[in-house]
């Protein structure tokens, strides 16, 4: 099967490309650190315990600081990429891309509809906020 050609941006293919790759190495990083952050003692499930889980857990020398700051930055990176790549206006190709895949992917709604609606959310179904929205 030929691969075809995106029609996303390539700044915004590069950014969702690099949270990939930012996950993968977060897991990554999980699969081999010790089990905690600090040290402790080996430690055993009581008999009967409800959890699947390894009944034995071996002692913890805990994370070195280098491992520390790994798990420290690499979830504030994904942060940062994960806002690049959903929050802010939307750039021209990249509407133009969603618009291509669906039209009605986001139709425009006044902000006064969309503050109605939290406002209901947060108030819960009820006659004055069902004609608030009527007359906003």
């Not at 790549?85 to 802010?88: K, M, P």
């Not at 939307?90 to 133009?96: I, K």
């Not at 986001?106 to 179904?125: D, M, N, Y």
């Not at 006659?127 to 906003?136: D, E």
């Given at each position: ?83 690049a790549?959903?929050?802010?206006e ?7 891309a969603?618009?291509?895949i669906?039209?009605?992917w ?20 009820g ?10």
């Open positions: 099967m030929a691969k075809t050609k995106s029609n996303c941006p390539d700044d915004l293919l590069k950014v969702q490309h690099a949270l990939q790759a930012v996950c993968a190495g977060l897991a990554a990083l999980f699969e081999v650190l010790p089990h905690s952050g600090e040290p402790m003692e080996a430690w055993a499930h009581p008999e009967g315990y409800w959890l699947p889980t390894s009944p034995t857990h071996p002692d913890s020398p805990g994370w070195t600081d280098s491992e520390q700051q790994q798990v420290a930055e690499l979830p504030e990176r994904k942060r940062e990429l994960a806002a790549s959903y929050a802010g939307l750039s021209q190709a990249r509407m133009e969603l618009k291509e669906d039209p009605g986001c139709p425009e709604w006044q902000i006064s509809w969309a503050r109605c609606l939290s406002s209901i959310s947060k108030a819960g179904s006659r004055i906020s069902a004609m608030r929205l009527r007359s906003g």
